[in-house]
Structure formats: C-alpha cells, structure tokens
C-alpha cells in the first residue's frame, strides 16, 4: 500500500481553480514531485520536488508544501488538464520512491 | 531532444522472467539514474527501481528478490528482468529518468529526486 494518500477524484469547471493534494509522514522530511498521465501519453513531470515548473509546463500549475502534505494547484483549468496526477516522494527512510495513489482530474 | 523507448514482448509465461529494454535516443545514459514504473490495469504507479549509469542499483523492496536492472552504455540502453512473474505482474512498464539534486538549507540537508523524461510505456500481460 502507498505511504502517500491523495483523493481519487476531483473535478473543477473550466476555468476555475483546483488543488490537489498528497499526504504522508515523510512529506514532513521529504519534498514532492509531481506528475501527469494522460491515456496513450508518456507521462509528464508537471511540478519538481524543488517546487519549480519545467519547460513548457503552464504558469497555472504551482506547487505548494506544509506540514505533512504536498499540494498541486492549477488555476484557471483548462480542458487539456483533465488528467490523472501522481505526487512521488521519497519512503519513511528515504531510501525508495514512491508515488501517490492518484487523484483523476475531470475539467467540466 | 532525449527520448525513452520500451521494448519487449508483450505477453510472459506464468513462472516465467519478463524482460524489457528502454533505448535512449537523441542522449547518452552517462551521469543518470535510469528507472522503471510499473501501473497494473487500473490501478496506481509503482516504483520498481532505478540503475545508476555507474551500475548501482535501487529495487524496490517488495520487488527486491525478483528484480534485475542492468545499463549498457554502448548500446544506450538499459534494462529490466523480473523473474518468476505471475498475473499480478501484468502492467504498463514504464522507463524514465531519475534526476537528484542537493539542496542545503537552515533545518538541513538532503536531495530533490524528479522523474523528469519518461517513455510512453509498453504494455505487459502475464497469462498462459
């Protein structure tokens, strides 16, 4: 079982903000990544653990940390953003990675 | 521009040891961590491991006994086995780029770690 929870589901109408979040004990220790599936696709970083977007990704993703939870932002969604998002830490020792549970991602 | 590729049959025996290989275009595998992801049908990702450029390997722990990953510079290419597969090893395999980066602050030390170039993934099935 995953170490790193995030809700199954959340939807956001077009152009409207949502976040979404990871929780996890080594989220207290740990910085998070974060990534984008998308059907048929090679899945995209979209937020580094350094907090920093990588090329071509959208100012409208951020990423945010406190306490024991990792957030993902994305303000003003648009309908290319309806994806299935993962967060990916390190374990309770640091020694591994592991992702999130994933969390669907549906732009109305 | 760097790419990741998979390859490798798609349908394994039960018992049997599935392989794969991800080839590196447009780059070289020098100075990486290379790793594979694994996303059984309908379920969530899961790490399996990465192989340093070097040869140093990471595996998963519950994967551990049954893991082998190997990098051939020469070829750039690197590769999985998994041995004694059953039907919950069917998955889209997934190859991709593990980056670390240091970081120094006020409460301490430690290393920022990004999947930052994945492949598209190849399906595998694990059936008789």
């Known amino acids: 079982s995953s170490e790193l929870t995030q809700d199954p589901a959340v939807s956001v109408a077009l152009g409207q903000t949502v976040r979404i979040t990871c929780q996890g004990d080594s989220l207290r220790k740990y910085y998070a990544s974060w990534y984008q599936l998308k059907p048929g696709q090679a899945p995209l970083l979209v937020m580094s653990a350094k907090n920093e977007r990588p090329s071509g990704i959208p100012d409208r993703f951020s990423g945010s940390r406190s306490g024991n939870t990792a957030s993902l932002t994305i303000s003003g969604a648009q309908a290319e953003d309806g994806a299935d998002y993962y967060c990916s830490s390190g374990d309770s020792s640091g020694n591994y990675r592991v992702f999130g549970t994933g969390t669907k991602v549906t732009v109305l | 521009q760097v790419q990741l590729q998979e390859s490798g049959p798609g349908l394994v025996k039960p018992s049997e040891t599935l392989s794969l290989t991800c080839t590196v275009s447009?780059?070289?595998?020098?100075?990486?961590?290379w790793s594979w992801i694994r996303q059984p049908p309908g379920k969530g990702l899961e790490y399996i491991g990465y192989?340093?450029?070097?040869?140093?390997?990471n595996y998963n722990p519950s994967l551990k006994s049954r893991v082998l990953m190997s990098v051939d510079p020469s070829k750039r290419h690197f590769s999985l086995r998994l041995t004694s597969v059953t039907a919950a090893d069917t998955a889209v395999y997934y190859c991709?780029?593990?980056?670390?980066?240091?970081?120094?602050?006020?409460?301490?030390?430690?290393?920022?770690?990004?999947?930052?170039?994945w492949g598209r993934g190849t399906l595998v099935t694990v059936s008789s």
């Open positions: 991709a780029r593990l980056v670390p980066e240091n970081y120094f602050e006020s409460s301490g030390s430690g290393t920022y770690w990004d999947f930052d170039l």
């Open positions: 447009g780059g070289s595998t020098d100075y990486y961590y």
């Open positions: 192989v340093f450029y070097s040869g140093t390997t």
